[in-house]
């Protein structure tokens, strides 16, 4: 079966600089997304890209698909205090009826 | 801004007891799921379901498990008789589209068998 993996598993930075993150895959895949989780809460999208896309951006987030590599980077640009939260790849096939299968994730620090 | 709620937020029981976990998905939504994330580990697909029937299933969701949309806003998860390793985190999600969009997560019902 498919499965997300992301390193660093941690990462700590300071406010203003920028954060990347990267995912691995095993499978061919309909859409790759990311997803935020503050400590204790829910999950929140914050984009989505599909395979025949390599590049997208919203407002300080860019991320970056290859699918001949079945990897994906989310990069933080600016990146603010607020910003501290875990950040999880999910990856999506054809015909899965919605299913996302979730990396373990990258827990980001971001000092003031 | 329209948002999934799940009740109870925490919920405590005795091993082999039945719990029944609570959902109200976005009003315009037509795909629902369950997840569930053991404390410190990956988020783990459980089951979706659309048109009032499963369409997928994980390994996870074995017969102990059911899901019900008892009316036209709640969507529910039951365990019948729920063992230790159940403790976990459950999140409902919902989706206007499957496969091609994204998922719209609750806060999560944590819960905990003793």
């Known amino acids: 079966s498919q499965q997300g993996e992301e390193d660093p598993q941690a990462l700590s930075i300071q406010e203003g600089e920028n954060a990347t993150m990267n995912c691995s895959y095993k499978t061919s895949i309909n859409n790759l997304q990311w997803y935020r989780q503050n400590s204790g809460r829910g999950l929140v999208h914050l984009i989505l890209i599909r395979s025949n896309e390599r590049e997208k951006h919203s407002g300080r987030l860019r991320v970056t698909l290859d699918t001949s590599k079945k990897s994906s980077s989310l990069l933080i640009t600016a990146s603010r205090a607020a910003d501290t939260a875990s950040y999880f790849c999910?990856?999506?096939?054809?015909?899965?009826?919605?299913?996302?299968?979730f990396g373990q994730g990258t827990e980001l620090s971001v000092k003031p | 801004e329209p948002e999934v709620t799940q009740t109870p937020s925490h919920q405590v029981t005795q091993m082999g007891q039945e719990v029944i976990l609570r959902c109200v998905p976005i009003s315009n939504h037509l795909y629902f799921y369950w997840y569930r994330q053991i404390l410190g580990q990956k988020v783990e697909f459980l089951v979706s379901f659309y048109n009032n029937e499963i369409s997928e299933k994980s390994e996870i969701f074995d017969d102990q498990f059911s899901v019900e949309r008892p009316d036209g806003s709640n969507f529910t998860l039951k365990i019948r008789s729920t063992k230790l390793e159940d403790s976990a985190m459950y999140f409902c999600a919902s989706s206007k589209r499957s496969n091609t969009g994204e998922l719209f997560f609750g806060e999560g019902s944590r819960l905990t068998v003793l």
């Open positions: 999910a990856t999506d096939r054809n015909n899965q009826g919605g299913k996302l299968i």
